[in-house]
């Protein structure tokens, strides 16, 4: 069965930094998109960040330019969000997910999921 497991979640002071990363397992995604979105409790889930199959190119939700970074490693079959200056607005559970389009921006534009990991950023 595939999965996606993200790791890296936590609870940090604001303006500090934490990485998140996603390891799928079952098979390997270096042929698909990858991104990660964020889920507030009681909101809807959000785009945060995505990258092509070969890791060419980047998009970012304007919330989060400048400070989180993604990138992928194919050999390690890993992604990862680095993500710097963290604000308590960041908190929420972050997701990440694997898609066979080209740019997916959009939930159902996605294939596969993690369970999410638990950011926390505290004032």
């Keep these: 069965q595939v999965q996606l497991v993200e790791s890296g979640g936590g ?16 098979r390997t ?5 990858m991104g990660w979105f964020r889920q507030a ?3 809807q889930r959000d785009f945060v960040a995505t990258i092509k ?15 989180f970074t993604i ?13 710097n200056s963290l604000q308590p607005e960041d908190t929420a559970v972050y997701y990440c997910g ?7 921006l959009r939930t159902f534009e996605y294939d596969y999921w ?6 926390t950023v505290s004032s």
């Design 114 to 119: 993690g369970q999410g990991t638990q950011v």
């Design 41 to 43: 409790p009681g909101k």
């Design 53 to 67: 199959w070969n890791g060419g190119s980047t998009y970012y939700a304007d919330s989060v330019k400048g400070r």
């Design 98 to 104: 694997a898609s066979s389009l080209w740019v997916p």
């Design 71 to 83: 990138s992928r490693d194919n050999a390690k079959n890993t992604v990862y969000l680095q993500m």
């Design 11 to 26: 609870l940090v002071q604001a303006g500090g930094s934490l990485r998140l990363s996603c390891a799928p397992s079952g």
């Design 29 to 33: 995604f270096s042929s698909y998109a």
